[in-house]
């Protein structure tokens, strides 16, 4: 896609959580075909200890039995076609229920209502599952060679989220290079694109817009 798009030109990336983690083992293994990335609140990019205290916090805050159980019932209702509808219709539930306070939101605040329209099942089978059951599982470092990029780089991340600013600075941005540029988001969580897009396009803009001048 960058090959494609970008006409020969380096390219600016932005990556929130996952995306994040996709921006960051691409900066690791491409450093010389992006000139600036933007980097929201990204995950766990290594083996070890910051998996480990995600998995805690995730399912002690957000792991519920009832939670769970409550969608059960429509389970047999939902029509299927790939197979995955039911699991699919669970998963959207629990993931648009409106919850304020931890583990990614401040207190008192919470997402808008249906920002998933489908969550994917089986991706998170996939992808959380696995890691959930035994974070020993997620095996992956990527911020290997991440310090030969020398472009700009800002790390934004968030006063409330289990991945904000306090996990951010303890695991992430050592690994990060010298010219990393991290911002704190105030009374927010999470989901600071959607919950505070003012705050987030002017800090992105500004950011942008002094290529070469962030050191």
Known sequence: MIK?????SKVKLIGHC???LLVVGYLSRQPNTVSQAVLVEPTFLYRG???KEWVEKFKKEFLSFWRIAR???AYPFVIKEDGHEGYDYIATKLANESRPGPPYNCKGQSSPPNMFKRLGYRAYQNIFQ?????PKSFNYNFVNRIDKFQGD???ISTECSILGHEFQEKYNLPRFPKQTLHVKASNTGHNVLTMNPQWSVRTIRNFLSQEN???
């Open 71 to 73: 969608y059960l019932f």
């Open 49 to 51: 200890a910051p998996v």
């Open 4 to 8: 494609y798009f970008s006409n020969g």
């Open 130 to 134: 696995p890691i959930i059951n035994d």
């Open 213 to 215: 001048q962030v050191k």
């Open 18 to 20: 996952w995306g994040g």
């Open 153 to 155: 780089l800002i790390l």
